[in-house]
């Protein structure tokens, strides 16, 4: 039990998460970044917090998500906030890039993880700056990728070949949109600790917008669920 | 004189709202030997001109690389300039660590000007003798910058200090409305044209007693090396800054 040297003093390290968030997938598209979401926040296999806005906003034109210990990423979104906040007091309007939120993530995580007590956290940080789009991914090692697409948790499993087969990079906002949709729909019948609200934001051009959350589509009503016409009924 | 009364230390005001200590240490700046920078939309260039203490002895650099994408030209106590060399170093050092990105510039001289007033308000220490002029790039544009033993910071088109540097900057107010456009040897002409209104009757400019530096939006910063020099000075005799309107 983790509770256990509670009151001894002793320092704790991270060794389980509690309270979860789930898979959070990224795409580029022409002239951005989507990023989705769900809005479910797990207590081990109870699903506690079902409308939970998961994607923070740290700075005009960068977005963070974060699957993993929902406290640590809480916690990062106060760190990565204050970055942007105290840049304010330098009076030059320069503001860090998307890019350098990323590598600052990876630099914390890494020395988390060298003290053995880490993030427990896989972080997306997207945005878009000087024309450029920007996509990356911490992991709770500190490792650190820039990609056109990055997906965390159970996505990294069922989600790659979905978007390797409806995806490019080129493809217009809506599109991008649909395929991440597609996912969550895939990710709700598959993963356990999936919810089927999702939410969706992007980042362009003009700055950051987070849409409200959604339902995905999902279908019940087959005709086996309705007729039961394969079940066998045990009878004495 | 009345002047002797307050200048003890930095935490005595004269009566007349001035800090003398502050102002001495200003006065060292302007006993270094010349050293102006010029920038246009592209470019930055550095150019000083080199002291020789004997000689048997070689050339006080003035000009230090602090990062791909600034640099800085010095003028004053040679010591006291390596001190600040070496926190700008570091500081660059340590964001790209960090970010790994450049550090902006005005950023960096804004830490470099809080650490020379901090100098400037105590009983036991004394003011930078050495004045900066920063030269450096970032996504916001073109910089340049002079800081001083007060602790305050310009932003500058043009700006020349150390001896003789009234004779650069009369070059500069008449012809600076031109180094915005500017080719990068246009600019480094113009930059040898104002050095060499500042030295006296009796010397002439030459690759060794004179440095140049140059950075650009693709270009990380370097010296002008010997030949180069030679080249560039050699050009000066050409040149003419009515050549350039012409052109346009």
Not at chain 1, 180 to 191: A, P
């Amino acid at each position: 039990m983790i509770f256990n040297s509670e009151f001894s003093g002793q320092q704790q390290h991270t060794t389980q998460p509690i309270v979860t968030g789930g898979s959070v997938i990224a795409l580029a598209y022409k002239g951005g970044v989507v990023v989705g979401a769900d809005t479910l926040c797990s207590y081990g296999s109870m699903a506690d917090f079902k409308n939970v806005e998961k994607i923070a906003q740290v700075s005009k034109n960068t977005i963070y998500v974060s699957s993993g210990e929902f406290s640590d990423f809480q916690q990062v979104v106060r760190e990565l906030a204050k970055i942007d906040r105290s840049a304010l007091q330098y009076d030059d309007g320069v503001h860090p890039s998307p890019r350098d939120y990323g590598n600052y993530l990876a630099r914390l995580s890494y020395k988390r993880r060298c003290k053995i007590n880490p993030l427990y956290l896989q972080n997306v940080i997207a945005g878009f700056h000087n024309g450029e789009r920007y996509l990356g991914l911490v992991d709770i090692y500190g490792t650190y990728l820039e990609s056109n697409f990055v997906t965390t948790g159970f996505a990294s499993y069922f989600c790659k070949a979905i978007i390797s087969n409806y995806w490019n990079e080129n493809c217009t906002l809506d599109q991008a949109k649909q395929v991440i949709r597609e996912c969550f729909k895939v990710l709700f019948c598959r993963d356990c600790r999936a919810h089927d609200v999702i939410q969706l934001a992007y980042v362009d051009e003009q700055g950051t917008h987070i849409e409200q959350p959604e339902r995905v589509e999902t279908k019940w009503d087959f005709s086996g669920f309705k007729n039961r016409a394969n079940e066998k009924l045990h009878t004495q | 004189m009345l002047k002797h009364l307050y200048d003890t230390d930095c935490v005595t005001w004269s009566p007349q709202g001035k800090l003398f200590q502050v102002e001495y240490a200003m006065e060292a700046v302007k006993q270094g030997s010349i050293c102006l920078g010029l920038k246009s939309n592209e470019n930055v260039v550095l150019c000083s001109l080199k002291r020789q203490p004997s000689e048997l002895a070689g050339y006080q650099e003035k000009q230090f690389k602090i990062d791909d994408h600034m640099a800085i030209a010095i003028a004053g106590l040679t010591a006291d300039a390596r001190v600040l060399c070496k926190y700008m170093r570091t500081e660059c050092l340590e964001y790209k660590y960090t970010y790994e990105s450049h550090h902006p510039v005005g950023r960096l001289v804004f830490k470099v000007a809080e650490k020379s007033q901090h100098k400037t308000q105590s009983g036991a220490k004394r003011p930078y003798g050495v004045g900066l002029l920063v030269a450096g790039i970032d996504p916001n544009g073109v910089h340049l910058f002079e800081t001083c033993p007060s602790g305050n910071y310009y932003e500058y088109k043009c700006q020349a200090i150390g001896s003789r540097s009234q004779a650069a900057r009369t070059y500069f107010e008449s012809w600076f409305h031109l180094f915005e456009k500017s080719t990068l040897e246009q600019l480094i002409l113009h930059g040898l044209s104002a050095i060499k209104k500042a030295i006296m009757e009796d010397e002439e400019l030459n690759e060794k007693n004179v440095e140049v530096g140059i950075l650009g939006k693709n270009l990380k910063f370097t010296h002008l090396n010997a030949q180069e020099l030679r080249d560039y000075i050699t050009k000066l005799e050409q040149f003419s800054p009515n050549s350039q309107i012409q052109q346009e």
